[in-house]
């Protein structure tokens, strides 16, 4: 009864109801939802439910998952929409390989605009335990807006005290209509906001089409999920506060191969995939101006040295723009992955081999903090791999950045960048009024294999300038790699601020307030 009692004093208060869980029940007069007499707690229940919600199961003491048996989501007519199989939660996680066969275990995330529908298939965990209770996360997109449902789970798929199974009817709940726009949207993980996940407001925006302008609100909260966008362009991520929001996803090259690619097709089960979704966190292919502002995102794979994007940004014809501005970038290797255009802004990345890479045409990191991550069996690290495809691209270029590393990375083991050894890249990689402690400061450039061009010039290959410790006093590089170009004072003119490092590529360089 003082839980009734709660809610009511709410509806009072503020006008609307408001779910244990922070879902907003409706306020029309519409009496109090049943709760679920199943002997334990559960979420959801009632109406006014997010699209992207989980599902809860709350006892006494500390479930199990089964091995057998299955989670199932029905419409009020009876249609299945999602299914979990728990033989497949059970079985030990492989490699998603681009022919792996599809099975519940993996998810479809399905955010495109523009041309044809496009898909990403990731590995995720759809149930895991917390405490007390088992934590049910649904198949990407499966719930529609202002809809019945009802949950069936199988009595073997769960193993706890007082679980009989749940048939048919035994648990429903009704989800939200959908947001007023289609263009401004909140995410949040409590409270009233429109979607849940980062990915279920990346859904709803690209319903508005490949041009039009959105903005989605990220209240503070962690979002342990993967990302995937394609031919939606015009698009800005906004956090409540850097360190407050935190994407957060563990993936890897052991995990997913390559980095990835969307599909054409949607797979089936027992069908092949098609496309492994890759290692990244987040995928973004063919979407221009896209911008990110004031938040956390990390790879948090933490095992081996493993090839391990935060993002892969994939401009098909080489012309999208990426911003990043106050942002935290998080992982050990391959953390950026970038092509196209794009204008990094305060931020701090990190990583320690290859941790910036790509195709880039034009890649500014202005003002950021390159920290180089520690790991057990360090012996070196490399900031750069860059892989332009022409060799008239400005590249990745530095300018008034802090290079610094954990206390565990020795002296001199950080390599400003190093090349593929494929002549069919060119390494443009400038450096200009950067601040390097004593882990890179005596390193320079590793150059075996020697990049492309091999002797650098005021506008190709390696190019270094105004570099100092961090005492502020100017490095000695005259034992940098011979193939380094020293710029002159008048040779870093074409480099002397991010209006001229960036022109024509019609980047916004405002900054949030």
Not at 165 to 186: I, K, L, M, N
Not at 305 to 314: C, D, H, L, S, T
Not at 426 to 432: E, L
Not at 440 to 458: E, K, L, R
Request: with cysteine; glycine share 10%.
């Amino acid at each position: 009864m003082a839980r009734l009692e709660i809610i009511f004093v709410s509806a009072v208060l503020a006008g609307a109801l408001i779910s244990c869980s922070g879902e907003v029940l409706p306020a029309d007069g519409t009496p109090e939802p049943a709760i679920p007499e199943l002997g334990y707690d559960v979420y959801p229940y009632g109406a006014g439910i997010h699209t992207d919600t989980e599902i809860t199961l709350t006892f006494d003491s500390v479930p199990s998952a089964g091995n057998t048996g299955c989670i199932r989501i029905l419409t009020e007519s009876g249609t299945e929409v999602d299914r979990i199989e728990m033989e497949d939660v059970a079985a030990e996680v492989s490699k998603m390989e681009n022919t792996s066969v599809y099975r519940t275990t993996m998810d479809i995330l399905g955010a495109s605009a523009g041309n044809g529908k496009y898909y990403r298939v990731v590995n995720y965990t759809p149930v895991r335990i917390s405490g007390n209770s088992i934590i049910i996360r649904l198949h990407s997109a499966v719930l529609d807006f202002d809809t019945g449902y009802s949950i069936v789970i199988d009595r073997e798929a769960i193993k706890a005290e007082g679980f009989e199974g749940v048939e048919t009817g035994e648990w429903t709940f009704h989800t939200r209509p959908a947001p007023d726009s289609e263009t401004d949207v909140t995410v949040g993980r409590q409270g009233d906001t429109d979607f849940r996940t980062i990915q279920g407001a990346l859904d709803y925006v690209c319903r508005a089409g490949q041009d039009a302008e959105a903005t989605i609100d990220i209240r503070n909260g962690t979002y342990e999920e993967q990302l995937y966008m394609r031919g939606k362009d015009n698009v800005t991520l906004r956090g409540m506060s850097r360190s407050g929001v935190i994407l957060s996803y563990a993936n890897c090259e052991d995990l997913a191969y390559g980095v990835g690619s969307g599909t054409s097709v949607r797979p089936e089960p027992g069908s092949e995939i098609g496309r492994s979704g890759g290692r990244a966190v987040i995928l973004f292919e063919n979407c221009d101006n896209i911008r990110f502002e004031n938040m956390t995102l990390e790879n948090s794979w933490n095992g081996d040295r493993n090839q391990a994007e935060v993002i892969y940004f994939n401009s098909g014809d080489g012309k999208d723009r990426l911003v990043m501005v106050n942002c935290n970038i998080s992982s050990r290797q391959d953390t950026i992955n970038a092509k196209g255009y794009g204008w990094f802004y305060g931020c701090t990345i990190e990583g320690n081999v290859d941790f910036i890479w790509g195709s880039p045409e034009t890649v500014l990191f202005e003002n950021c903090t390159l920290r180089i991550a520690d790991d057990t069996d360090f012996s070196s690290a490399y900031i750069v791999q860059c892989r332009c495809l022409s060799p008239l691209a400005k590249g990745f270029i530095f300018l008034g950045c802090t290079i610094s590393a954990e206390s565990g990375v020795p002296d001199g083991s950080v390599y400003l960048a190093r090349s593929s050894g494929e002549r069919e890249y060119y390494d443009n990689v400038t450096y200009i009024d950067c601040r390097m402690d004593s882990s890179v400061a005596a390193a320079g450039w590793y150059s075996i294999p020697a990049p492309n061009p091999s002797a650098g010039t005021a506008s190709r290959g390696w190019k270094e300038s105004g570099s100092r410790d961090t005492s502020d006093n100017a490095i000695d590089l005259s034992g940098r790699y011979s193939g380094c170009h020293l710029l002159t004072e008048d040779e870093c003119g074409i480099y002397q601020d991010r209006e001229t490092i960036l022109q024509g590529a019609g980047i916004d360089f405002s900054l949030p307030a």
